[in-house]
């Protein structure tokens, strides 16, 4: 009888264990949020400063044109090289975005040393967005934001499943507070960096990614990522030209990808340090900067001002083009000089350029459409960032959060399937699949 009472409650127990075991994971989920969090906002505000204080000295600069153009050149080649120096002595995992660079830590390829890679990536991100490198922010976040959590894990001295898994969740919660896109942030953990569905994993970083945005919002504000108005709900007759649409995107995300991955392998073959790439990075930025502001740092303002429609008239096309090579070369420039930079935000510019010039020329052949170009440029963001990435999902809520607009889900869904299938068709890897290959391989060499 005794026997038979203890045998009875061991289930009872062993679920009691569990539930105990499950709630302090949660907890700790949501520690390595507001960490996350914290990091994200410390360095937004800081490299927004940065940027401020760089477009308030270009605009004084160009009252004084005969010699103001060559100010610019010489701290970006001075920032520029101080970060590829920092990155070069005291940490080489925090070059380029960092993305590849976490997949490889929880493949177990790679280790996190969170106390060498945070600061290096914190200073030098900070020198590259600031003086006008063209690329993103992102990025470093998710990159910090993991470090972050890999600082709580080693402190709470947790080690296998429940590392990683508080990792992941950190460096979706920094993509979250990066793009103030909780569920976005979410999905990203699950669907590019973890590709774990078990409800511990999913659980755990959703309560990440909400914690490490509240805080963000607390902090920042809560508004969406862009301020825009909201677009009618597009006609069905509009829904065929998303779709061909979908297909300029994927070949654009296509010869973002190669020209990617083709510029690190040619900025590696020069054999120079990295503080010297980075010092002839950040002098062709400036240079290219006195002409086309507009086309430095992370993009998000212009990005802004296309989705809002300020580009709308017919005689901007020609602008909108040129912006849209000086955007994708110098991005080509800064990210593969190997200093710390993301290519999130960049990529999203691009799209929203593209899908500008797209609604332009279908205004043009299908006036009775009647849909505004705007629309198209918000749909184009998600199908660049899902034929680059190719992870469709995140792509998609990423845009929804961050636009606020939720009548163009049906285009959206349609153009990122689209071009899903085209970067496909051509066989082109995932970005941070191509960048990962490319670390590792270089390890063998």
Not at 240 to 245: E, G, R, T
Not at 377 to 390: E, H, K, L, Q, S
Not at 424 to 430: K, Q, Y
């Amino acid at each position: 009888m005794e026997e038979s009472v203890n045998i009875s409650h061991e289930p009872g127990e062993g679920n009691y264990l569990l539930g105990v075991s499950r709630r302090i994971h949660f907890t700790r989920a949501a520690a390595v949020g507001l960490m996350a969090g914290a990091t994200v906002v410390a360095f937004s505000l800081s490299y927004q400063s940065a940027e401020f204080g760089r477009i308030s000295l270009l605009h004084w600069l160009h009252q004084y044109p005969w010699w103001g153009w060559a100010v610019l050149p010489v701290i970006a080649a001075s920032c520029g090289g101080l970060a590829g120096y920092l990155v070069e002595r005291f940490a080489p995992a925090a070059s380029g975005g960092g993305v590849a660079h976490i997949r490889a830590v929880l493949a177990g390829k790679r280790t996190l040393n969170w106390k060498q890679i945070l600061p290096v990536k914190f200073i030098g991100s900070v020198l590259t967005l600031g003086s006008g490198f063209s690329v993103g922010n992102e990025g470093p976040s998710v990159h910090m934001a993991a470090c972050a959590g890999e600082a709580f894990t080693d402190w709470s001295k947790l080690e296998g499943h429940s590392k990683r898994s508080l990792m992941a969740s950190a460096a979706g919660a920094g993509l979250g507070a990066a793009f103030n896109a909780p569920l976005a942030g979410f999905i990203f953990t699950i669907e590019e960096l973890q590709r774990d569905l078990s409800p511990l994993t999913i659980v755990s970083a959703l309560i990440a990614s909400v914690v490490s945005v509240a805080l963000s919002r607390v902090l920042t504000g809560q508004l969406p990522s862009f301020h825009i108005r909201d677009y009618p709900l597009p006609p069905l007759t509009a829904l065929p030209l998303f779709a061909v649409m979908g297909i300029f995107a994927g070949y654009a995300g296509v010869a973002y990808n190669r020209g990617l991955i083709w510029s690190v392998k040619f900025s590696r073959r020069t054999g120079l340090p990295i503080w010297k790439k980075g010092a002839i990075a950040g002098a062709i930025m400036g240079l290219a900067g006195w002409w086309l502001p507009d086309a430095l740092g992370s993009g998000h303002r212009i990005a802004e001002s296309v989705l809002r429609g300020d580009y709308t008239s017919g005689n901007i096309v020609g602008f909108l083009v040129i912006l849209l090579v000086g955007k994708y070369v110098l991005t080509m420039i800064g990210y593969s000089s190997g200093v710390p930079a993301g290519i999130f935000a960049p990529l999203l510019v691009l799209g929203a350029i593209i899908g500008q010039l797209f609604g332009h020329v279908s205004a043009l052949m299908f006036p009775s459409i009647g849909t505004t170009p705007a629309a198209y440029a918000v749909v184009c963001m998600a199908a660049m960032f899902t034929a680059i990435v190719r992870a469709p999902l995140t792509g998609i809520v990423l845009i929804l959060e961050m636009t606020g607009n939720q009548e163009q889900l049906f285009a959206l869904i349609l153009s990122c399937l689209v071009a899903y299938l085209v970067a496909e068709h051509a066989r082109c890897e995932p970005i941070y699949d191509s960048l990962l290959n490319l670390e590792l391989k270089r390890d063998q060499e």
